[in-house]
């Protein structure tokens, strides 16, 4: 029963994130930063509410590595949000599912892990994947992919800094540092450019920090009641949400060579998990 119910938290979950991200394409007319500050600011309602109502210390205890993780955080957020402008939705997300072979590698420097012979040869099929979506998909554009890949990139450096924090801290403070720097970066960034929005405009800006607070929770959820191994690959649905999205909401086009090597990334990715899951048995 926990199992099942696990699966359906994750599925909660990558829909939420899905949502949003066809969100952020939608709102192609409004700056990444401020897409940013009003994902960030939306979300710091939910964040602040729970540690108020639970009497957790807001600023929590290693101060250093909280706001570096913030750092690194609103900056894998911008450039991934940046890149949504730039290329298909379900690509942008494709690709920035990178990040844990990015986390892996890094991992190995600053955490002291190890990495299996047979997960290299898995790293080196997501990274076929993108070869094939960038010299073999003429539609992928390159300003695009170069922003997703740094996005990547640093949402590994993320995963390296949330590991070094370890459970020293409140889920919750985690998340509520990165929100409150990512608020107040969105809007700095965001000042000379500033458009007011329009209509419905408002509505899905808030619906951003929504769609992101549940998409964590039921996420976190799934995991607290569930095998790793057996919802970490569920994760990867997310994708298939958003590339249906891609397709109905924003007549996107997906070539065969862009399916092929969106499958390559999810499928060497989902490999990985498992692999790692047996190893670490």
Known sequence: MGAKKSIQY????????ACMNATVKYLENVSAYQIVFFRSASSLIFTF????????????????????RGVVGV?????????????????????????????????????????????????VM???GVLVLKGLDSQINSTGLILVIIAAITSGLVYNI???????????VVVNYFMVIATITGLVLS??????????EW????????????????????????????????KYVEVLFTVVFGLLLFDEIYSIWSLLGISLIIGSLVLNVLYKSRKNA
């Open 10 to 17: 994750m599925l909660i979950s990558t829909f939420a994130f």
């Open 49 to 68: 509410t729970f540690l108020l109502k639970n009497n957790i210390p807001i600023l929590g205890n290693n101060k250093k590595l909280l706001i570096l």
């Open 75 to 123: 900056t894998s957020m911008t450039l991934f949000f940046m890149s949504v402008k730039y290329l298909s939705v379900g690509t942008a997300v494709s690709l920035r599912y990178l990040a844990p072979i990015f986390a892996g590698i890094f991992a190995v420097f600053f955490l002291k892990e190890r990495i299996w012979p047979l997960q290299w040869l898995f790293f």
């Open 126 to 128: 997501a990274f076929l």
């Open 162 to 172: 949330i590991s070094k924090i370890g459970k020293s801290e409140h889920p919750v």
């Open 191 to 200: 000042l000379n450019s500033w458009v007011n929005p329009v209509g419905i």
């Open 203 to 234: 509505v899905l800006l808030f619906s951003l920090g929504v769609f992101g607070y549940y998409g964590q929770v039921f996420m976190t959820k799934a995991f607290q009641n569930g095998k790793t191994d057996q919802i970490a690959p569920i």
